[in-house]
């Protein structure tokens, strides 16, 4: 019993030790085997229709890349046109703010406005170029994400030989510590995309209630920071909501608010409804696994983290705990 303990305690070391290298020096092999990962149960429906599996994994990923680089489009034309209209409104809000000081403060100069506005006409300058810069990095890294598609379409392929091949010479009680992980990770990707699809659904028609003539592409937006733990729709309520307190228009900003607090019960309840497991897992727990995640295994061990510290348990603990959500 205690050979067992040991042996999975060296081969829970070893996986991360092993993914620490990788991530070092061969972080696009990496990249390319998650996205085969997350792609498998698509290829896989894929090949039951057209009975062929390099048919399968050609559609499959051209799907793929077709919404990827829709999304990408809308987002980009989206910011775009905010900070075009930001840009080209600033002296009208600079004014609204001046006039609101000069209002409850009689004796207010002026003189702390205009240091503000030339310390932000001095980061709008600053942004333009770390904004040139960031088209110049994205166009080099084309070459890198076409290899990431390549490699990882080509571990799509032959899928079932890596799985063939680890279930020859992995234990059993591994394999079914892997599977049921990745069955439970299966699970809470599905359940994501339904609260997305739900929050697109509420958002877009709250801002059309609310009058904005680009509503559909603004419940594209929150639905896909949706997917964000913590800020979420934050990132895109807030500065919408300031702007329309500076613009004086009261009911849209009020508007805004009720539709980014309904948005969260909604989302709450709906999870509750749709996640049939429910892993109870203490809040220090989670954030101790993200930042050793973090600092081990930098941005992706947010990612990775959670992933290895449900292996762990479902490996270290004989009756599945956390697929049945007892673990506390």
């Known amino acids: 019993m205690n050979k067992n303990i040991y042996f999975k305690w060296i081969f829970l070391i070893a996986i991360i030790a092993i993914l620490k290298i990788t991530l070092t020096y061969f972080n696009q092999l990496f990249i390319a085997f998650l996205i085969a990962i997350i792609l498998q149960p698509m290829v896989c429906n894929f090949e039951k229709i057209l009975k062929s599996r390099i048919a399968a994994v050609i559609i499959s990923y051209l799907f793929i890349i077709f919404v990827a680089l829709s999304t990408t489009k809308i987002m980009l034309n989206f910011s775009y046109n905010i900070i075009l209209n930001t840009l080209n409104n600033l002296p009208s809000y600079f004014e609204n703010i001046d006039k609101t000081i000069r209002q409850y403060n009689s004796s207010y100069t002026g003189t702390n406005l205009q240091k503000v506005l030339d310390y932000f006409d001095a980061f709008i300058n600053s942004f333009k170029h770390q904004s040139i810069n960031l088209v110049y990095n994205t ?3 084309l070459t890198s994400i076409l290899l990431i598609v390549f490699l990882s379409a080509v571990i799509s392929y032959d899928f079932d030989l890596i799985l063939k091949f680890l279930k020859k010479y992995l234990p059993l009680e591994i394999r079914l510590a892997a599977k049921n992980v990745y069955n439970f ?6 359940v994501q995309l339904q609260l997305v699809a739900i929050s697109f659904i509420f958002m877009t028609f709250s801002f059309l ?7 559909l592409i603004l419940g594209i ?3 896909i920071l949706d997917i964000l733990p913590i800020v979420g729709p934050a990132l895109l309520f807030i500065p919408m909501i300031i702007v329309e307190f500076l613009e004086h228009h009261t009911i849209s900003a009020i508007g805004l608010i009720i539709t980014y607090i309904l948005n969260i019960f909604i989302r709450q309840i709906m999870e509750v409804k749709l996640l049939k497991t429910k892993l109870k897992l203490s809040p220090i727990v989670i954030i101790f696994n993200l930042y050793l995640g973090y600092v081990l295994f930098g941005w992706f061990g947010v990612i990775i983290a959670p ?3 449900l292996f762990a348990l479902e490996l270290l603990t004989n009756d599945n ?3 049945k959500g007892a673990v506390g």
Not at 185 to 190: A, N
Not at 209 to 215: C, R, T
Request: hydrophobic residues 55%; aromatic residues 12%.
């Open 307 to 309: 992933v290895i510290y």
């Open 139 to 141: 166009i080099n890294g």
């Open 221 to 223: 937006v929150c639905s």
């Open 185 to 190: 990770v299966q699970m809470i990707i599905i």
């Open 209 to 215: 209630l609310l009058g904005y003539k680009n509503a």
């Open 321 to 323: 705990k956390f697929v």
